[in-house]
């Protein structure tokens, strides 16, 4: 199957005859092209590309706007190769700043709108960017930035008064694509901060194709007629392949909101956006199980569920199931790739695995001793693919370490199982080794979610009168009210029933929320804080 564009420059084909998933850049490639103008030049310009508020926005209007959001970065003065941070909610002008800036030849910088001034200092005097954009949402976060950095040469609010918008508006609708590469640098994420301050990941202009080929189109299954609703934010690798790359490649559309993305607020969008796609992260479909017993919802145009960002327990995807009659697509991924690598299929679902490779990647188990484990053991997951990162910006020690070669050091600890399956034992920090064995709180968390009173368990390890490591629960009831020494003894049953001894919680701790980052992933290290 052949991509092309009216830009015959910038032209991607998928070519299976030798290889399968082969992709081949031209020479010239700039990854806005067959993103944002290919549509159009297919004669799809009417089709919806972007839901937001209450407002459709076409293909044609896309491009339309992403021209003059790159013409207008342009007219400031900024040049190709030069970068832009930009602190956008997620609302159309994301899109237009993002690709504008890309086919402008300018490098954007996706920085969280969840942070403060002190925050995006950091970010704006390590990145060196010359300019600073954010959602005029988050004029309180951003207050005082200007005395904090004289880094950039201008910061500017994208939409309101003064703002990069009113310059967009008044803008040329027509751009000529700079003359990039398949391998240039394109954009920058940021890694989490779980371990140390956010690492800038620098990514080129083919990994964008990469992933929404491999991934969303072959084993997300997104067809050009969906609407995708994700939960998770386009600052955020997950959020940024569901809820923009993989739709836009497909010419699906996606419904966009500002807002944090609670259950409730999910399953509203999904019912009156008549979504047939979803995207959330394993934490989100827990509390989603609980809001939709409390107040259903009609799902009927749900087709495709899809989740990664940390392990799905099985009992989740069995609820989930159960309640809407879709099965969860469970992967892992990273923002050094991207997004998924390791995939269920919707034809090939292991409850409890991430499943397998995604068809363009290679993925090995690294032991303790450096080679590579084949007996089922645990060990660190390595992945190879074409839209790992090209480095993390500054930091070359962290990017000799993690990226080796053509293989990327995930820092997530899996085995693989008798039938090829990859199987999420938690980060090597969350690992615990309990009377000489590696244990995973992953496994003991599943075991807890199967219980009807929990809603959500965190399990670390603790240090015992002994100064010896056993495990420990924090487990969040879904009744407040619910006797906790009652809960306690049923949880010891449990556990006594489906753990071998080592595994079983000497601890139980009843709290009313577990600690989590701001994409849903229950921070672990935090509960160890707590413990010490």
Known sequence: MGLTTAHQKHVVVVDESVTPNALHFSEIFNVAVPFIDRPVAEGRGGAVAVRYAGQDITYAELSENVARAGNA???????????????????????????????????????????????????????????????????????????????????????????????????????????????????????????????GVVHRHR?????????????AGLEPDDVVFCAGKLFFSFGFGGGMTFPLWMGACTVLQPERTTADLAL???????????????????????????????????????????????????????????????????????????????DDIRPGSSGKPVPGYEAKIIGEDGEEVTDGSIGTLWVKGESNARCYWNNP?????????????????????????????????????????????IEIESKLLAHPKVKEAGVIGQADENALTRPAAYIVLVNPDDDPDAALRELTDLCRENLPSFKRPRWFYFVPELPKTVTGKIQRFKLREQAT
């Open 73 to 199: 970065l342009l007219d400031l003065g900024l040049k190709p190769g030069s970068r832009l941070m930009m602190a956008a909610q997620d609302d159309p002008y994301y899109f237009y700043v993002f690709w504008g800036a890309i086919k402008a030849g300018i490098i954007p910088i996706s920085a969280s709108t969840f942070v403060k001034a002190n925050d995006y200092r950091h970010l704006i005097d390590d990145s060196q960017c010359e300019a600073f954009v954010y959602s005029a949402a988050l004029e309180g976060q951003v207050a005082g930035l200007e005395k904090m950095t004289s880094q950039p040469r201008f910061i500017l609010p994208i939409d309101g008064s003064g703002s990069l918008a009113e310059r967009i508006a008044a803008a040329s609708p027509r751009l000529e694509p700079a003359e990039t590469a398949a391998t240039d640098d394109c954009f920058w994420l940021f890694s989490s901060g779980s371990t140390g301050l956010p690492k």
């Open 397 to 441: 020690e962290k990017t000799k370490k993690t990226m080796v070669g053509e293989w990327l050091n995930t820092g997530d600890m899996y085995y693989v199982d008798a039938d090829g399956y990859y199987i999420n034992a938690g980060r090597a920090d969350d690992m615990m080794k309990v009377g000489g064995q590696w244990c995973s709180p």
């Open 207 to 219: 990994d964008m194709v990469v992933t929404s080929e491999r991934y969303g189109h072959k084993v």
């Open 268 to 346: 509203d969008i999904l019912e009156q956006s008549k979504a047939t796609a979803f995207f959330g992260v394993p934490t989100l479909y827990g509390q989603m199980i609980h809001a939709y017993r409390q107040r259903p919802r009609r799902l009927d145009a749900l087709r495709r569920c899809l989740t990664a960002g940390e392990s799905l327990p099985a009992p989740i995807f069995e609820q989930w199931k159960a309640l809407t009659g879709i099965p969860i697509q469970e992967g892992i991924g990273s923002t050094e790739v991207l997004h998924v690598f390791v995939s269920n299929t919707v």
